[in-house]
């Protein structure tokens, strides 16, 4: 039996289209981002694994209903998406295979319900990012965006009843995470009209939108990427020290991540002004010597 099925198994999930659901959900995580879902698949237990997947398959859906597409669609699409969801939410049925996984992980983990309802409700904030005038709206955006996306996977992570440590150290993460990504993803955002970088650091540094836009590699945007690189990786070692991420009982898969992450931006640091051309991606090799490493340290076989 393969490993999934026997995930499947071990989480209770037994008729046939449920688990079809979930199977469909896995496959989507896995071609999306195949280091994270290696990283799930080695460092959960079992039982949790298809609710991990559900989770992320919701988070990227979400992410892929407010990014494709003009606003007006955007706009629309998400409506539509949020209505069936709530409906789902409320009544415990549902014609989608994504939302019916969800239904059945909001089952098995409650705590995950109020978490969709939070992220339902500030959501939209991504549709009117398109830039940011300052760090302390960018900040703004961590809180009603980011965040709360990734709680959803997060709540399955941490502990049942969060005294608010757990949940800082995840802000933690993802702000370095976000403004990691932000960087990484210039010259694709920049072809969409967006930039992830405030205008007032942008100033800061004499850079301007052209200047991006144009991929001129120069001194002010050598400096500019130095800083927003050293900046998300302070704040992913922040989280990397703190213990209610990494000494709860899922630890090994967060430090994993964070340490991915930080291969990752040193893989941008050293690319520096290029990044106005194209995205780095972390090591295969470091990233795997990471994966293996945590997987002993957390005492799986």
């Not at 967006?194 to 144009?214: H, K, Q, W």
């Not at 899922?250 to 941008?268: Q, Y």
């Given at each position: 039996m393969s490993v999934w099925n026997q995930s499947l198994d071990a989480a209770g999930i037994r008729e046939p289209l449920l688990r079809q659901d979930y199977g469909v959900q896995r496959e989507l995580v896995a071609r999306f981002r195949r280091a994270s879902y290696l990283a799930i698949?080695?460092?959960?237990?079992?039982?949790?694994?298809?609710?991990?997947?559900?989770?992320?398959?919701?988070?990227?859906?979400?992410?892929?209903?407010?990014d494709t597409g003009p606003k007006s669609q955007r706009v629309t699409a998400?409506?539509?998406?949020?209505?069936?969801?709530?409906?789902?939410?409320?009544?415990?049925?549902?014609?989608?295979?994504?939302?019916?996984?969800?239904?059945?992980?909001?089952?098995?983990y409650p705590r995950l319900r109020t978490v969709v309802e939070e992220y339902l409700s500030t959501a939209t904030t991504e549709l009117e990012s398109s830039a940011?005038?300052?760090?302390?709206?960018?900040?703004?955006?961590?809180?009603?965006?980011?965040?709360?996306?990734?709680?959803?996977?997060?709540?399955?992570?941490?502990?049942e009843h969060d005294d608010g440590d757990f949940r800082a150290g995840c802000r933690l993460f993802i702000d370095g995470s976000q403004r990691l990504d932000f960087v990484n993803d210039l010259a694709e955002d920049?072809?969409?009209?967006?930039?992830?970088?405030?205008?007032?650091?942008?100033?800061?540094?004499?850079?301007?939108?052209?200047?991006?836009?144009?991929a001129r590699e120069s001194p002010g945007v050598r400096r500019l990427m130095e800083d927003q690189i050293t900046k998300a990786r302070a704040s992913l070692l922040a989280a990397k020290d703190s213990p209610a991420l990494t000494a709860n009982r899922?630890?090994?898969?967060?430090?994993?991540?964070?340490?991915?992450?930080?291969?990752?931006?040193?893989?941008?640091l050293a690319r520096g002004a290029r990044l106005v051309r194209g995205p780095v991606s972390p090591p295969v090799m470091g990233s795997l010597r990471v994966l293996v490493g945590a997987r002993r340290r957390a005492g799986w076989p």
């Open positions: 698949r080695l460092l959960l237990p079992k039982a949790l694994l298809p609710h991990v997947v559900a989770a992320t398959a919701v988070m990227h859906h979400g992410d892929n209903v407010l998400w409506a539509s998406w949020e209505r069936e969801v709530r409906k789902a939410l409320d009544s415990g049925v549902s014609d989608d295979p994504l939302v019916r996984t969800l239904l059945s992980t909001t089952a098995a940011f005038a300052t760090e302390a709206d960018y900040q703004a955006y961590v809180d009603d965006y980011s965040l709360p996306a990734f709680m959803l996977v997060g709540c399955l992570l941490g502990p920049l072809t969409e009209g967006r930039i992830g970088i405030p205008a007032d650091t942008l100033e800061r540094f004499s850079v301007t939108a052209e200047d991006l836009a144009t899922h630890g090994a898969l967060l430090e994993a991540v964070i340490k991915i992450e930080l291969l990752t931006a040193d893989a941008a």
